[in-house]
C-alpha cells in the first residue's frame, strides 16, 4: 500500500523550531521528487518547498528562505523527507503537507493528510 506519512507537528512558540517528518513507502520513492505544502486556516493550500530526487537540488518560496530547509534520505523501501524549520512566527501557522511527484517541478501525485502547525505565545 503506498503511503505518505506526516509528523512533527506541534504548537511552538513564535521564534522557536520545529522539524517535520514525512515517510513515503509502498512504492520506490527514491526517484520522485519531494514537495512541502500548507494551508493556512480559511486559506488555499500553497507550494513551500520541493527537492529534486537526488536531493542536490531544491526550491523555497520566498516567504520562508532563510528559514525552512528540505532535505531527504533515500532508504532501498522508504524515503524519509524532512523539513527544518527555524524562526518560526505566526503567520507559519498552518497545516503542512507532505507529497511526492515522478518529476521535479511538474505536478505531485501523492499526498499525506498533513501535519498541524502552530505558533502562538
Known amino acids: 500500500q503506498i503511503q505518505v506519512v506526516e509528523s512533527g507537528g506541534d504548537w511552538v512558540q513564535p521564534g522557536g523550531s520545529l522539524r517535520l517528518s514525512c515517510v513515503a513507502f509502498?512504492?520506490?520513492?527514491?526517484?520522485?521528487?519531494m514537495g512541502w505544502f500548507r494551508q493556512a486556516p480559511g486559506k488555499e493550500r500553497k507550494f513551500v518547498t520541493h527537492i529534486s530526487s537526488s536531493g542536490d537540488s531544491a526550491y523555497y518560496v520566498d516567504s520562508v528562505k532563510g528559514r525552512f530547509t528540505i532535505s531527504r534520505d533515500n532508504a532501498k523501501n522508504t524515503v524519509t523527507v524532512y523539513l527544518q524549520i527555524n524562526s518560526l512566527k505566526p503567520e507559519d501557522t498552518a497545516v503542512y503537507f507532505c507529497?511526492?511527484?515522478?518529476?521535479?517541478?511538474?505536478?505531485?501525485?501523492?499526498w499525506g493528510q498533513g501535519t498541524q502547525v502552530t505558533v502562538s505565545s
Open positions: 507529497a511526492a511527484g515522478s518529476s521535479y517541478g511538474g505536478s505531485f501525485e501523492y
Open positions: 509502498g512504492r520506490d520513492f527514491r526517484n520522485y521528487a
